[in-house]
């Protein structure tokens, strides 16, 4: 931005408003409940005259669209950003060098070998989106006794040993908001330990505390294959729960229907307990349920939108997923993915990535962003 003062003022209005979102976040896992259109409009029209000012490469993206701030009625109206711009382009208000933390995605299944980055100046905004969902939709499955601190056993690396994963960094911040002192991660950088894994399960079913296990969906599709080739089957206590995480990508079948029966079988923990996280490193709030069947909180709003035309799909109808979240106020808040999905009543079903190659629509969609960006760097 040309002139230091005006973006002076950008930031000081965007940490208000992170601020603000952060007591709504706060009072919604205080008090669920959804947020009217009206309100979430609202704040994604004060979020995007923020964002439009504060981001350059996301102004010089909305002006290339003829779209201003004054221009967007509604969270629908948002420009939205595709993921695989996140690996060409620095999407976040002010300085890049002042984000607080780095995330870098896995790669991707189309075997580029460059990473995706999502740049976050308020990790804070991250936590109280994070800490209000998971209790909302993964620990209401634990029994009330053990409803705010129970010991995790995570099948993730901790944060100090994978500092570009938001995957760590959850892990990590689920531990130390809900987790008891006996918690403890299950695996480093080199893989999981399965046999510190088999000890923490059958120390938690030896007693009657629940506990809560935290992975991601491959890695309990290899333990539970290890231990039902070993004869091993316990039941964790009433209330325990699982939580699962990346799909099914990378996994010998891809029913996870299947997984579910070894966790039964093994562990003693219904499917009804074993709950599926739906999250991306481009965004900073996630959905809970079965991939039929994914919730999240009010201030992420989804969409299924036509794989050319990027129109968006009546109720049910699947289409190329975009979403908005709030969480995301100081890089972009509306993401357009290359996953495949409907929505209905505000609830996802994902059906998978797009076959081979990106959908035309998010194809045309990323070179017009990367058009803007040459055409652009001059204007700062």
Known sequence: MENPAAAEDVLAALAVLSEELKHAFRRWEESPGPWSDERVDELARRTFALQRAGNAPYRRYCRRLGVESDQVGGWREVPAVPTAAFREISLVVGD??????????????????????????????????????????????????????LPVGSFVPPFADAPHSSLSWMADAVIGRFGAPSSRFLAATDGVDWEDAKRFAANAASGA????????????????????????????????????????????????????????????VPPDAVVNEFGMTEL??????????????????????????LEELPDGEVGVLAHFDLANAWSVC???????????????????????????????????LLRSQAAGRADP
């Open 96 to 149: 890049p060098g002042d984000a607080g933390l780095e995330f870098l995605t896995s790669g991707t299944s189309r075997g580029e070998s460059r990473r995706g980055r999502h740049l976050v100046r308020d990790p804070e905004l991250y936590r109280f989106s994070l800490e209000a969902t998971f209790l909302r939709f993964v620990l209401h499955q634990a029994s009330a006794d053990a409803a705010t601190r």
């Open 209 to 268: 505390e629940a506990v809560g296990l935290f992975g991601t969906t491959l890695a309990f599709d290899r333990w539970t294959r290890r231990l039902e080739a070993a004869g091993f089957g316990v039941v964790l206590p009433a209330g325990s729960f699982v939580m699962d995480t990346g799909g099914s990508k990378g996994l010998e079948t891809s029913a996870r229907e299947n997984l579910l029966e070894r966790m039964q079988r093994c562990l003693g």
């Open 284 to 309: 900073l709030s996630q959905r809970y349920g079965s991939p039929a069947a994914l919730v999240g909180p009010p201030w992420l709003r989804s969409r299924a939108l036509d794989p050319v035309t």
């Open 334 to 368: 509306s993401v357009l993915t290359e996953d495949l999905g409907a929505v209905e009543d505000g609830v996802v079903r994902w059906v998978g990535r797009t076959p081979d190659s990106p959908p035309r629509g998010c194809s045309l969609a990323t070179e017009e």
